[in-house]
């Protein structure tokens, strides 16, 4: 080769050194394939794979007549993938906007649009994802999604939407933006409500769009069953509105209204105030969130003498016209212990067990849980479910305060007899009274009648659930003609009287206890009763924390919770067409034989 | 470039395969196996019809095998005539992309020239002209090949000019196979060292000046230094090729199973095809694809050596670099051995005017053979040998 330019040499430098670079290029591969393959192999799962979540619907709560209360609410979020617009997107800017009711400025400087022009290379753009709405209703993206502007997405997303505002927010309860179930049905019943998220192992591209043809494994998800509320909203509204006028009259620190089914424990209506608004919970405290109805303790007063008087009847260590000296200040005890007595408001003289119960005498009462003994009574008041849960399924729940026998002192069953020295929430109070509306059987409160699915069949239906039988039907209806006396002309609590029906209740006033003693300035007045007395229909409890009327003068449940009664009532009669009680059933009429011969 | 069939035909008379015709068998292998991946590396670009590329492709393989055939046609000595008009054609031909209208900026760069329903990269069918011109005007000078001016300065600027006007385009990644290509051939013409390796030297410093001083190309640059950092970055490319052969293994995780094509490596059916064979088929693969390229060297290496003449020898050595420097430079880049420059990988890449020019090379090699079969057949090896001393 001599005679070629160049030399033999030459070439195969030149040869030699191209076979070193495919020589260097075989081994750089051995070692990308053979030792670097489980480095890059997680690294690449860890991008690739991914656990796509589908998010089920959430069921809704309804009241009893099928009217809405909680729905979810499906929205898109539409943004636009910047790294995917094409220059013809741009003369579609104004379109979209129109589309989206928004400013066409605003669309083309989320579009990354300065001076009317795109970067040359949109990949650029960064973040490359811009929303461009929040809240976007699926019917008006439809024609946006039309136009088949590719870069423009969307995200479906639920949202929690109570349509009737604040009402029965208590109830109810909220969920948070987070999905996360807070307080009321939406959390007790989140199983039902909740459904099931669905899930997909799968991979993912550059620009996180799902690569379908590599899924591994997908469960579709569940949605929620609807939860089907005892609640009616009528009456739920008729509560509130009733509960504002009661706020606007005698402006309380807190307020609670039941109206209950006393047959089923099924409660048509609750509120507390202060309440809130379960669209807008981040804005309302704690304390306006607060079931007071399960949570808050007061001494019930007298309404307690409800207990006594039924627990003196059916154990018959008296009868209704068995006579009581309420004058004297001291007694003496069974064991011989002088005890001095609590005040009546006005002096009294000898009394029936029935005056007693309808003048709302203190030392009545407490004569009637001397003849009972301490023990005794207090095993009645454990049977009529206070000191014990009273299963309403809301959430928190406070059991009250109640003291076994052997720590209470010499005054204790003088004091628990008027309902001192004693603690129960709202309801514990109000199922006492259904007890005795419903003829002696304590029911466990419902809110909730049944779950259906999304068909609208029921897949779960609640009924009764009765606790136990506390008296008898007899000394039920006695007691329950104790109370229309008390609801009458006669009694403390005449401004519950609703003409021409006849009203059972018992109203209540309690000193608050304010920097540990007793104030003679703020009460809690409370009234609990139901009606027709001859027929019941509902039972309805009303707790008036810290009211004044504006007039002047104490907040006495006779004023600040009996009235609330009758508005109430008066407005149910027509909703559940209750009828005028035309003459006093037979059994009243013959109330001294019914007596004599014995109940049941 | 012929068809595989006429493969007996060329055995030589002492039995061993002629090595143009290995030259052939290699580029054929290549180009079955880039259909074969092009198929799966492209399939998700244009999901509407998933045969797109490959139509397109397989009716440059048509082209290519008609121009080829022609080609062989051709007597190399005849042409030798009008190098000159092919060296000017040449230059015209890469001014086309300057002309507005008819040049076309892709990604940056105006390679691209599209006359009606034909685009073309003009830089790619210059190599042709460029080769030709190297060819003859280095045999043409015979022993002056060792004086500064015309061994060294004046193909400088002949070759030079070429490479300027692709490095207008802007194209670095072509414009340094021309450069690697041209230094080659002034090495093998017999350019006194003296002259080269300080020249080499100066241009390196030079491309690094310049580099520099852009500040997204020395960006890009220093990525590739320091990759596993910039892997979202100006990385991210390389490093998702990286990881594909990572994926591939030893035996890859199937054809049509890849994924890093479908999202993660742009470019993936063009200048990447080579990390979709290492995903898809596996180390045994990407191996065997070196191997073939090496073979295809090796074969182009011994053909050379049986030239008859010093034209058809640098013609035949500038045909085989042209195929080998692409290729070396693509593995390279793939592999995150080199920076990243965007060339196809010859035969397997998806794109018309690479594979066409690859072609040519090829049918010229193959021609070549045919016009130094005579001698070869009517004279002894040993004979030949004595004449070549």
């Known amino acids: ?600 | 470039m012929a068809k595989k069939s006429n493969k007996k035909n060329h055995v030589g008379s002492n039995g061993v395969l002629n090595p143009a015709l290995v030259v052939l068998i290699c580029a054929g292998l290549l180009t079955v196996l880039g259909i074969t991946i092009l198929f799966s590396a492209s399939l998700h670009i244009n999901k509407d019809s998933p045969y797109f590329f490959i139509e397109k492709q397989a009716m440059w393989v048509g082209l290519t095998i008609v121009v080829g055939l022609l080609l062989m046609l051709v007597n190399l000595d005849w042409i030798r005539r009008f190098i000159w008009v092919g060296y000017v054609l040449g230059i015209a031909v890469l001014l086309l992309v300057f002309v507005p209208g008819i040049g076309t900026v892709i990604n940056g760069s105006r390679s691209w020239v599209r006359i009606g329903p034909i685009g073309f990269q003009v830089a790619e069918i210059a190599k042709v002209s460029f080769v030709f011109f190297a060819a003859h005007y280095f045999s043409s000078i015979r022993s002056e090949n060792t004086t500064f001016l015309r061994g060294f300065i004046y193909p400088g600027i002949g070759m030079g000019i070429y490479i300027a006007l692709v490095i207008a385009q802007p194209d670095l990644g072509t414009a340094l196979i021309y450069v690697m290509v041209a230094v080659s051939m002034l090495y093998l013409a017999g350019v006194r060292l003296i002259y080269l390796i300080p020249s080499v030297l100066a241009g390196f410093a030079g491309v690094v000046a310049l580099i520099y001083n852009d500040a997204e190309r020395w960006s890009r640059l220093t990525a590739f230094w320091n990759m596993e950092a910039e892997k979202a970055g100006d990385a991210y490319q390389g490093w998702q090729a990286l990881l594909a052969f990572g994926a591939g293994g030893i035996d890859g995780v199937g054809l049509g199973n890849g994924r890093q094509q479908q999202a993660f490596l742009p470019e993936a059916h063009n200048d990447f095809i080579f990390a979709i064979i290492g995903e898809e088929l596996g180390m045994i693969a990407t191996l065997a694809v070196v191997t073939v390229y090496g073979v295809l060297f090796i074969a182009g290496v011994m053909h050379i050596r049986n030239a008859p003449n010093t034209y058809q020898y640098l013609l035949a050595a500038g045909c085989v670099l042209m195929i080998s420097v692409q290729s070396i430079l693509n593995l390279g880049v793939v592999t995150g051995v080199l920076p990243t420059t965007g060339l196809p990988l010859p035969f397997i890449s998806y794109g018309g005017s690479n594979f066409l020019t690859m072609g040519i090379f090829v049918a010229i090699i193959l021609n070549t053979s045919l016009a130094w079969r005579g001698p070869v057949l009517q004279q002894s090896k040993r004979k030949l040998k004595d004449i070549e001393g």
């Open chain 1, 1 to 600: 080769m001599a005679s070629r330019p160049g030399t033999k040499f030459r070439f195969w430098i030149l040869a030699l050194f191209f076979l070193c670079g495919y020589g260097a290029i075989g081994f750089r591969l051995v070692e990308l394939h053979a030792f670097k393959s489980t480095e890059f192999v997680d690294e690449l799962e860890s991008s690739r794979f991914r656990v796509l979540r589908e998010m089920p619907r959430r069921g809704d709560i309804y009241d009893v007549n099928g009217e809405i209360l909680a729905t979810s609410h499906i929205f898109l979020e539409v943004g636009v993938d910047r790294h995917e617009i094409k220059s013809a997107d741009l003369a579609r800017i104004p379109e979209i906007a129109k589309n989206l009711d928004l400013p066409v400025s605003h669309v083309r400087e989320a579009f990354g649009v300065s001076n009317g022009r795109l970067p040359s290379d949109v990949k650029t753009l960064s973040p490359r994802w811009k929303l461009l709405k929040r809240r976007v209703e699926p019917r008006s993206f439809e024609a946006l999604k039309e136009l088949g502007i590719r870069c423009v997405t969307s995200t479906k997303s639920y949202e929690r939407e109570y349509p009737q505002g604040d009402l029965a927010a208590h109830v109810i309860g909220f969920v948070r933006k987070d999905g996360q179930a807070a307080m009321g049905v939406e959390r007790e019943f989140d199983y039902y409500l909740s459904g099931e998220e669905g899930w997909t192992e799968t991979e993912i591209g550059a620009g996180r769009r799902e690569m379908a043809q590599f899924r591994r494994r997908q469960v579709t998800s569940t949605d929620g069953l609807n939860v089907v509320l005892t609640i009616d909203s009528y009456v739920q509204d008729v509560v509130q509105k009733e509960l504002h006028q009661v706020v606007d009259n005698f402006k309380p620190k807190a307020a609670t209204i039941i109206v209950s089914d006393p047959y089923t424990g099924e409660i048509l209506g609750l509120a507390n105030y202060p309440s809130f608004n379960p669209n807008e919970y981040s804005k309302s405290d704690d304390e306006s969130r607060k079931n007071r109805a399960l949570t808050d303790i007061l001494e019930p007063g007298s309404t307690f003498k409800i207990v006594a008087a039924t627990a003196a009847l059916e154990e018959r260590v008296v009868n209704v016209d068995t006579q009581i000296d309420c004058a004297q200040p001291i007694a003496v005890m069974p064991d011989g212990y002088r005890v001095k007595l609590p005040k009546d408001d006005h002096a009294m003289g000898i009394l029936s067990v029935g005056e007693v119960i309808s003048k709302s005498s203190n030392r009545g009462a407490a004569h009637l849980g001397f003849k009972l003994g301490g023990q005794n009574f207090y095993e009645w008041v454990e049977r009529y479910g206070f000191g014990e849960y009273s299963g309403l399924d809301l959430g928190v729940e406070s059991r009250g305060i109640l003291n076994p026998p052997n720590k209470w002192d010499r005054l204790t069953l003088s004091r628990m007899t008027m309902g001192h020295s004693i603690a129960a929430t709202p309801i514990q109070i109000h199922m006492a009274t259904s007890t005795l509306a419903n003829g002696g059987v304590l029911m466990t409160p419902r809110v909730v009648a049944g779950i259906t699915n999304y068909e609208g069949e029921t897949v779960v239906e609640f009924g009764p659930v009765p606790k136990r039988k506390v008296f008898s039907r007899g000394t039920a209806r006695t007691v329950a003609t104790l109370l229309e006396e008390a609801a009458s002309e006669r009694g403390t609590a005449r401004r519950a009287m609703v003409e021409g029906y006849r009203v059972a209740g018992k109203t209540g006033t309690t000193q608050k206890i304010v920097n540990g003693r007793y104030s003679t300035r703020e009460h809690v007045g409370s009234f609990t009763g139901f009606f027709p007395a001859n027929n019941p229909q509902v039972v309805i409890t009303v707790i008036v924390d810290g009211g004044r009327p504006a007039t002047g003068g104490l907040g006495y449940g006779g004023i600040v919770a009996a009235p609330s009664f009758r508005e109430i009532a008066k407005k149910l009669i027509p909703h559940y067409a209750i009828a005028p009680a035309v003459e006093a059933p037979a059994y009243a009429r013959n109330e001294a034989l019914n007596q004599s011969a014995g109940d049941n």
